[in-house]
């Protein structure tokens, strides 16, 4: 395997990078603010609709979509696993750069549902719209009043009923339903509760503003609302769609699922690197510039060590990752079950360690918004609950460690 950048991936490396750095940077803080003391922060500022004109005038748009459909329909080169590892990092660096490139969760996780299990009348009502930037959607899968780290707990329902689905329950973390623009959500119920255990399940697209759908409320995270975006509980109180709203057919919710998290998770890492990054590099500045006691905070208390073995987790998480990538580039899903859950236990937990020792440089400075590190711890230790929490996925590598360990049952060949 070799992770040397393609010619591709390296031009549009430093073309993001261009845009970050003379588009997006200085504009971060000021619409990051206004949100803050905006009356109504579930709005779209002008600032970020004209940014995202001008990433698509750029033909810097839809990066995360496969080649094969990128090139098929017209948008753009389209780039493997692999290739798109590092873009992602790089958009990770700054928390409102996914969205300027029509690049941001849950937006590309519902993507690829429907580029790959979505029947082209799905694809020309939603996913053109969602490529093109007109429309945003949420992903409703986590139920507040049962253990959603076991997916088969769902009791939430999505029962077809002739040429109806009716679909019944309450979902919460529900990301991106506060969105203005959210035009739709996937949702995740229970359609057979007689069928074999992961095949009871189905995913419906269900229109917002649909009759019995509510929003109840707006979740904060740590007290972050993660406007305009944010996490939202949902009610589905009979609420009915046409039976064609069921992605792939009854049943086939797990088999979705697997297929979306697999290139979720490699997206999320690597913005988690970025992010890392970018803190660790404030964290240098903040010790070098800073006296304490005498000395710079860089030599004091073991703030050398700290910093050094931090550039060590990173690079280690980099490259973790993109092996992970490559293996589900050359084998799918199922050829990269283990490593998707190992980057996803770790990639996590190091970016969270990280930002919280460079919050401790800052001192108190680093827990309040005159910088990013409070948002960005936020972030970071979410997402080791979201796309499942560390336990399943440390659960889901010991498992085939303790099956490799056991060797081939009997009949089977090595």
């Given at each position: 395997m070799d992770f040397t950048p393609s010619r591709l991936t390296a031009e549009y490396h430093s073309r993001i990078a261009d845009f970050i750095t003379h588009e997006i940077a200085p504009l971060e803080r000021r619409c990051f603010e206004r949100l803050q003391v905006s009356e109504d922060p579930w709005t779209v500022l002008p600032e970020i609709d004209d940014l995202k004109q001008k990433a698509q005038r750029a033909g810097l748009w839809n990066i995360f979509l496969p080649p094969e459909f990128a090139r098929a329909n017209g948008y753009g080169p389209g780039f493997s696993n692999t290739e798109y590892a590092p873009l992602a990092e790089l958009m990770g660096r700054h928390l409102m750069a996914p969205e300027i490139f029509n690049c941001n969760a849950p937006d590309t996780g519902n993507a690829e549902v429907l580029v790959?299990?979505?029947?082209?009348?799905?694809?020309?009502?939603?996913?053109?719209?969602?490529?093109?930037?007109?429309?945003?959607?949420?992903?409703?899968?986590?139920?507040?009043?049962?253990?959603?780290?076991?997916?088969?707990?769902m009791t939430a329902t999505a029962k077809v009923e002739g040429d109806e689905v009716v679909i019944t329950g309450r979902k919460w973390f529900s990301t991106g339903i506060g969105h203005p623009r959210c035009a739709f959500v996937i949702f995740m119920g229970l359609t057979d509760p007689d069928a074999e255990r992961h095949s009871r399940h189905s995913m419906v697209i269900v229109p917002v503003g649909t009759p019995g759908?509510?929003?109840?409320?707006?979740?904060?995270?740590?007290?972050?609302?993660?406007?305009?975006?944010?996490?939202?509980?949902?009610?589905?109180?009979?609420?009915?769609?046409p039976a064609a709203n069921v992605i792939a057919g009854?049943?086939?919710?797990?088999?979705?699922?697997?297929?979306?998290?697999?290139?979720?998770?490699?997206?999320?890492?690597?913005?988690?690197?970025?992010?890392?990054?970018?803190?660790?590099?404030?964290?240098?500045?903040?010790?070098?510039?800073?006296?304490?006691?005498?000395?710079?905070?860089?030599?004091?208390?073991?703030?050398?060590?700290?910093?050094?073995?931090?550039?060590?987790?990173?690079?280690?998480?980099?490259?973790?990752?993109?092996?992970?990538?490559?293996?589900?580039?050359?084998?799918?899903?199922?050829?990269?079950?283990?490593?998707?859950?190992?980057?996803?236990?770790?990639?996590?937990?190091?970016?969270?360690?990280?930002?919280?020792?460079?919050?401790?440089?800052?001192?108190?400075?680093?827990?309040?918004?005159?910088?990013?590190?409070?948002?960005?711890?936020?972030?970071?230790?979410?997402?080791?609950?979201?796309?499942?929490?560390?336990?399943?996925?440390?659960?889901?590598?010991?498992?085939?460690?303790?099956?490799?360990?056991?060797?081939?049952?009997?009949?089977?060949?090595?």
């Amino acid at each position: 395997m070799d992770f040397t950048p393609s010619r591709l991936t390296a031009e549009y490396h430093s073309r993001i990078a261009d845009f970050i750095t003379h588009e997006i940077a200085p504009l971060e803080r000021r619409c990051f603010e206004r949100l803050q003391v905006s009356e109504d922060p579930w709005t779209v500022l002008p600032e970020i609709d004209d940014l995202k004109q001008k990433a698509q005038r750029a033909g810097l748009w839809n990066i995360f979509l496969p080649p094969e459909f990128a090139r098929a329909n017209g948008y753009g080169p389209g780039f493997s696993n692999t290739e798109y590892a590092p873009l992602a990092e790089l958009m990770g660096r700054h928390l409102m750069a996914p969205e300027i490139f029509n690049c941001n969760a849950p937006d590309t996780g519902n993507a690829e549902v429907l580029v790959h299990y979505g029947s082209r009348a799905q694809q020309e009502q939603w996913l053109r719209p969602l490529l093109d930037g007109s429309i945003r959607s949420a992903f409703c899968m986590t139920e507040p009043e049962v253990a959603s780290s076991d997916a088969t707990n769902m009791t939430a329902t999505a029962k077809v009923e002739g040429d109806e689905v009716v679909i019944t329950g309450r979902k919460w973390f529900s990301t991106g339903i506060g969105h203005p623009r959210c035009a739709f959500v996937i949702f995740m119920g229970l359609t057979d509760p007689d069928a074999e255990r992961h095949s009871r399940h189905s995913m419906v697209i269900v229109p917002v503003g649909t009759p019995g759908m509510r929003v109840e409320r707006m979740l904060s995270v740590f007290g972050y609302h993660d406007a305009p975006y944010g996490h939202g509980e949902v009610s589905f109180d009979d609420v009915r769609v046409p039976a064609a709203n069921v992605i792939a057919g009854p049943g086939r919710g797990f088999e979705i699922a697997q297929g979306r998290l697999g290139p979720g998770r490699i997206h999320h890492c690597m913005r988690l690197i970025g992010l890392a990054e970018r803190a660790l590099e404030e964290g240098v500045s903040r010790a070098s510039s800073r006296t304490a006691f005498g000395k710079p905070l860089i030599n004091l208390g073991g703030n050398r060590e700290r910093i050094a073995r931090a550039r060590i987790a990173i690079n280690q998480a980099r490259l973790h990752v993109l092996h992970t990538a490559w293996l589900l580039d050359t084998n799918g899903p199922l050829g990269a079950i283990s490593e998707l859950s190992q980057i996803k236990a770790a990639v996590p937990q190091m970016a969270q360690d990280i930002i919280d020792m460079v919050i401790q440089l800052h001192g108190a400075a680093g827990l309040t918004n005159d910088h990013a590190l409070a948002g960005a711890y936020a972030a970071a230790r979410s997402l080791r609950l979201a796309d499942g929490p560390d336990e399943v996925h440390l659960g889901v590598v010991s498992r085939i460690e303790v099956a490799k360990a056991r060797g081939p049952k009997k009949g089977q060949q090595q």
